[in-house]
Each structure stands twice: as structure tokens, then as C-alpha cells.
């Protein structure tokens, strides 16, 4: 879902809403989007015969770094 007008804008904040279902994303021109999750992402995972669902806040943040990662740039740029 592309979040931002242009590529050359870059996303500066990102806020979940604690109750709704919603994210809040903002660019460096000073637009803002508004995006509902999907049902989807919603639903907890189901249990595994064998298999531990971890929880908790620290798992999630452990998720959404790996997400934002792909999305960051690289701090230095390799020079060719």
C-alpha cells in the first residue's frame, strides 16, 4: 500500500491507535494518511499441536523493527 504522494517523500511518522483498528502515517511534506488494517491482521494466530504462540509487547515490537526495516534506508550508501 503505498502511504506517501511521491517517492522522493519520505514517511517521518507512524502511530497505531490503541483502540481502533488504524494506522496514522505521516510524510516529510507534512501530509498525513490514515489507513484501516485488514480483518487479516487482526486475528490472533492459531495454536499448533506442539507449537508455543509467543505474546506480548515485545514480540510485537520485535515484528513491526523487522517491517520497518525493509522500508528504512540504509544510513550509508555504498559508494561506487
Not at 13 to 19: E, G, K, R, T, W
Amino acid at each position: 500500500q503505498p502511504v506517501v504522494a511521491k517517492k522522493k517523500n519520505k514517511i517521518t511518522h507512524v502511530q497505531f491507535n490503541p483502540i481502533y483498528p488504524i494506522i496514522i502515517i505521516g510524510d516529510d511534506q507534512g501530509h498525513v494518511t490514515c489507513l484501516k488494517l485488514s480483518p487479516n491482521l487482526r486475528k490472533m494466530p492459531k495454536e499448533k499441536k506442539g507449537q508455543e504462540i509467543q505474546k506480548g509487547p515485545e514480540v510485537e515490537i520485535t515484528k513491526l523493527d523487522k517491517l520497518l526495516n525493509l522500508v528504512r534506508e540504509p544510513a550509508n550508501k555504498p559508494e561506487k
